[in-house]
Nanobody
Framework: QVQLVESGGGLVQAGGSLRLSCVAS????????MGWYRQAPGKQRELVAA???????NYADSVKGRFTISRANAKNTVYLQMNSVEPEDTAVYYC?????????????WGQGTQVTVSS
């Protein structure tokens, strides 16, 4: 199992920046994949950015060139740097982790952090 705690959300003006943090309760080396998802009111949860099990990164088309996912292994932390934010980025942002054991994947989620972008 792993517990994930997000922080860094808040209110930001359009064009501004914000950095989200996700601290895992275990070494992120032991986690197969980690990433950030978001859910806006009335919409489905969607991928924002993630590290795959192979160590590559995936980004949603809507955030490419604006958001960057990074990690600090020694701190068991994954970050999401959000630049040039837009009102459409307003959502609850969730950290996710996938752990594979005996060919079964287990997904874990943080409690979410609200990001509100004002126009």
């Amino acid at each position: 199992q792993v517990q994930l705690v997000e922080s860094g959300g808040g209110l930001v003006q359009a064009g501004g920046s914000l950095r989200l943090s996700c601290v895992a309760s275990r070494s992120i080396f032991s986690i197969n994949a980690m990433g950030w998802y978001r859910q806006a009111p009335g919409k489905q949860r969607e991928l924002v950015a993630a590290y795959t099990s192979g160590g590559d990164t995936n980004y949603a088309d809507s955030v490419k060139g604006r958001f960057t996912i990074s990690r600090a292994n020694a701190k068991n932390t994954v970050y999401l740097q959000m630049n040039s934010v837009e009102p459409e980025d307003t959502a609850v942002y969730y950290c996710s982790a996938t752990i594979v054991r005996l060919h079964t994947s287990y997904d874990y989620w943080g409690q979410g952090t609200q990001v509100t972008v004002s126009s």
